[in-house]
């Protein structure tokens, strides 16, 4: 591990604030809205404060609030998903709570599709049991950011700081205090635009940095998705869980153009059939529920019809449903389609599995609090154990939301009695060149994608997870190398982060000799109860 800066100090812009959060996807935005009350806070986002996994999530928030709902029927469908991983309780506190915070998200001005009484109009999708997801259409992450984002800009007591990466967590380390107690004060960041590094103190960090989906080379994710709140974390000593899960929407636009754009699992909710070329139906073979069937079991079920056919993807058929009624369902996805020459409506959608989400993550409790102090973190990044060993579809962003607020809740009663007046070394590049060879950052990063889609990804075996380990292995030392000479960039940080995920995904999925939801492997078929109904935990010292 190498968290120190390097060589002499050179002189770094200070930042102080009492909450730093890493991040602006929903959970990072809901946390600061609530806290900026009491509290100053700062935002960073490494591009655009838009641009995040929540402003691509199409599908919604599950929430029981239907009078023909239960709570307890939530929580099933939730665990029965997960696989036997999921932390019961911490399910039970994201049902029991989340309905509140749907309400929460209206007087904020989210504004969510109505039926025709006025009530909130609720989706189905795969697994689920009753009909239960709030939906803005088919563009729920980008109506739920923008509102967010509106509130963030008026609030006197918040910075967002745009084009601000995140290098490193500050702790002891940094100070040569060698303590298995760490504690962290904020993080170096590099100011992307202005090519300075800088450092912000806080007596609170939020780590909100969204998913890892890039460590793939085909994902449903925003460019920004390089797990870089994980590997930070992890570097720093905290705590990761599970990290072996990680979750292939079934059905991402299959088009040279399209870059994996995700066709929601509402459009199966909706009636939408999955096909072979020849319009063949074939997930009775998998699964009783069909269509329905939890995101593990069809992107299995896709993996092994398109190595059985020989082609390069299935299809999904929503033509046999009203024309009118699937536009004004789903009219994002009807005119992106449409931009790369099909209709929907007319002609079946051509799809293929992509990474998607990662159930596991920075290790946290009940209360976003991760093993280190004063470092929180939600949504994607953390793993509270709600999603075990694969997520129901549409509980991401109402995990988000849920544990966002129980953070805000404990940090602002412990809040008056923190201090953060350490006196941090700056961050320092002496002896470092600007960065010449290009080449090596794009050929890793292609190369560790790769490794990942090939030999980590929908069905697993010990062979190829070896092969990925010696190739990820050597790809971060050589990376490991090029970074400590080289003046930091956003590129070379992101390909130092996707790679350390990658080990982090390897070295878990290694770890589990079974099958379990979304970690398949052709060595272990069959699931363990007796010796793997336990979290796969990972710390770096």
Same mark, same amino acid.
């Given at each position: 591990?190498?968290?120190?800066?390097?060589?002499?100090?050179?002189?770094?812009?200070?930042?102080?604030?009492?909450?730093?959060?890493?991040?602006?996807?929903?959970?990072?935005?809901?946390? !600061?809205?609530?806290?900026?009350?009491?509290?100053?806070?700062?935002?960073?986002?490494?591009?655009?404060?838009?641009?995040?996994?929540? %402003?691509?999530?199409?599908?919604?928030?599950?929430?029981?609030?239907?009078?023909?709902?239960? !709570?307890?029927?939530?929580? #099933?469908?939730?665990?029965?998903?997960?696989?036997?991983?999921?932390?019961?309780?911490?399910?039970?506190?994201?049902?029991?709570?989340?309905?509140?915070?749907?309400?929460?998200?209206?007087?904020?001005?989210?504004?969510?599709?109505?039926?025709?009484?006025?009530?909130?109009?609720?989706?189905?999708?795969?697994?689920?049991?009753?009909?239960?997801?709030?939906?803005?259409?088919?563009?729920?992450?980008? &109506?739920?950011?923008?509102?967010?984002? #509106?509130?963030?800009?008026?609030?006197? %007591?918040?910075?967002?700081?745009?084009?601000?990466?995140?290098?490193?967590?500050?702790? &002891?380390?940094?100070?040569?205090?060698?303590?298995?107690?760490?504690?962290?004060?904020? !993080?170096?960041?590099?100011?992307?635009?202005?090519?300075?590094?800088?450092?912000?103190?806080?007596?609170?960090?939020?780590?909100?940095?969204?998913?890892?989906?890039?460590?793939?080379?085909?994902?449903?994710?925003?460019?920004?998705?390089?797990?870089?709140?994980?590997?930070?974390?992890?570097?720093?000593?905290?705590?990761?869980?599970?990290?072996?899960?990680?979750?292939?929407?079934?059905?991402?636009?299959?088009?040279?153009? !399209?870059?994996?754009?995700?066709?929601?699992?509402?459009?199966?909710?909706?009636?939408?059939?999955?096909?072979?070329?020849?319009?063949?139906?074939?997930?009775?073979?998998?699964?009783?529920?069909?269509?329905?069937?939890?995101?593990?079991?069809?992107?299995?079920?896709?993996?092994? &019809?398109?190595?059985?056919?020989?082609?390069?993807?299935?299809?999904?058929?929503?033509?046999?449903?009203?024309?009118?009624?699937?536009?004004?369902?789903?009219?994002?996805?009807?005119?992106?389609?449409?931009?790369?020459?099909?209709?929907?409506?007319?002609?079946?959608?051509?799809?293929?599995?992509?990474?998607?989400?990662?159930?596991?993550?920075?290790?946290?409790?009940?209360?976003?609090?991760?093993?280190?102090?004063?470092?929180?973190?939600?949504?994607?990044?953390?793993?509270?154990?709600?999603?075990?060993?694969?997520?129901?579809?549409?509980?991401?962003?109402?995990?988000?939301?849920?544990?966002? /607020?129980?953070?805000?809740?404990?940090?602002?009663?412990?809040?008056?009695?923190?201090?953060?007046?350490?006196?941090?070394?700056? /961050?320092?590049?002496?002896?470092?060149?600007?960065? #010449?060879?290009?080449?090596?950052?794009?050929?890793?990063?292609?190369?560790?994608? #790769?490794?990942?889609?090939?030999?980590?990804?929908?069905?697993?075996?010990?062979?190829?997870?070896?092969?990925?380990?010696?190739?990820?292995?050597?790809?971060?030392? &050589?990376?490991?190398?090029?970074?400590?000479?080289?003046?930091?960039?956003?590129?070379?940080?992101?390909?130092?982060? =996707?790679?350390?995920?990658?080990?982090?995904?390897?070295?878990?999925?290694?770890?589990?000799?079974?099958?379990?939801?979304?970690?398949?492997?052709?060595?272990?078929?069959?699931?363990?109860?007796?010796?793997?109904? =336990?979290?796969?935990?990972?710390?770096?010292?």
């Amino acid at each position: 591990m190498n968290n120190h800066p390097r060589g002499k100090y050179c002189m770094t812009e200070a930042i102080h604030t009492d909450i730093l959060v890493i991040g602006s996807g929903i959970g990072g935005l809901y946390f !600061a809205i609530h806290m900026a009350d009491h509290a100053t806070v700062t935002i960073i986002t490494k591009k655009e404060s838009s641009t995040s996994n929540t %402003n691509w999530a199409q599908g919604g928030i599950a929430a029981t609030i239907d009078s023909g709902d239960k !709570a307890e029927l939530h929580i #099933e469908d939730t665990l029965n998903a997960g696989a036997g991983l999921c932390n019961r309780d911490m399910v039970a506190i994201m049902v029991e709570e989340g309905p509140r915070h749907i309400k929460r998200l209206t007087e904020l001005g989210v504004q969510f599709t109505t039926s025709d009484h006025d009530h909130l109009h609720l989706g189905k999708e795969g697994g689920h049991s009753r009909s239960r997801i709030v939906h803005a259409q088919d563009s729920t992450g980008r &109506e739920v950011e923008n509102a967010l984002l #509106e509130r963030v800009n008026s609030h006197p %007591n918040i910075t967002l700081l745009e084009h601000h990466f995140a290098i490193e967590l500050l702790t &002891e380390h940094h100070l040569g205090i060698k303590t298995n107690d760490i504690t962290c004060y904020g !993080a170096y960041v590099l100011d992307s635009m202005q090519r300075k590094p800088k450092k912000i103190l806080a007596k609170i960090t939020m780590l909100a940095s969204g998913g890892l989906g890039h460590v793939y080379k085909h994902t449903t994710n925003p460019d920004i998705a390089t797990g870089d709140g994980v590997a930070m974390a992890y570097r720093a000593g905290a705590e990761t869980a599970n990290m072996e899960f990680i979750q292939f929407h079934p059905t991402s636009l299959f088009h040279p153009k !399209a870059k994996s754009f995700l066709i929601s699992e509402a459009v199966r909710g909706f009636g939408g059939i999955l096909k072979l070329k020849n319009g063949q139906e074939f997930m009775h073979k998998y699964d009783k529920r069909q269509n329905l069937a939890p995101r593990d079991i069809v992107a299995r079920a896709i993996d092994s &019809e398109i190595k059985k056919s020989g082609d390069e993807c299935v299809f999904l058929d929503v033509t046999h449903i009203d024309a009118a009624k699937t536009r004004e369902h789903f009219p994002y996805i009807y005119e992106t389609c449409l931009q790369y020459g099909i209709d929907m409506t007319r002609e079946m959608i051509p799809v293929v599995p992509a990474a998607h989400y990662s159930c596991g993550g920075i290790r946290t409790d009940d209360m976003g609090r991760t093993t280190l102090n004063r470092l929180y973190a939600c949504g994607e990044t953390g793993c509270t154990g709600v999603h075990g060993a694969n997520r129901l579809a549409s509980n991401s962003l109402l995990e988000a939301l849920v544990f966002a /607020w129980r953070s805000f809740t404990d940090i602002r009663r412990q809040l008056p009695l923190l201090q953060n007046d350490t006196p941090f070394p700056d /961050w320092d590049d002496s002896g470092t060149v600007n960065p #010449e060879e290009w080449i090596l950052v794009s050929h890793n990063k292609r190369e560790a994608q #790769e490794v990942m889609n090939d030999y980590v990804g929908i069905v697993r075996s010990d062979l190829r997870l070896q092969r990925a380990k010696r190739r990820i292995d050597f790809l971060k030392d &050589e990376t490991e190398a090029y970074y400590k000479k080289t003046k930091i960039t956003t590129q070379i940080l992101e390909l130092r982060n =996707i790679i350390k995920v990658a080990s982090l995904i390897i070295e878990s999925a290694i770890k589990r000799r079974e099958s379990r939801g979304l970690h398949y492997t052709t060595d272990y078929p069959q699931r363990d109860d007796k010796h793997f109904l =336990i979290d796969t935990v990972l710390r770096s010292f």
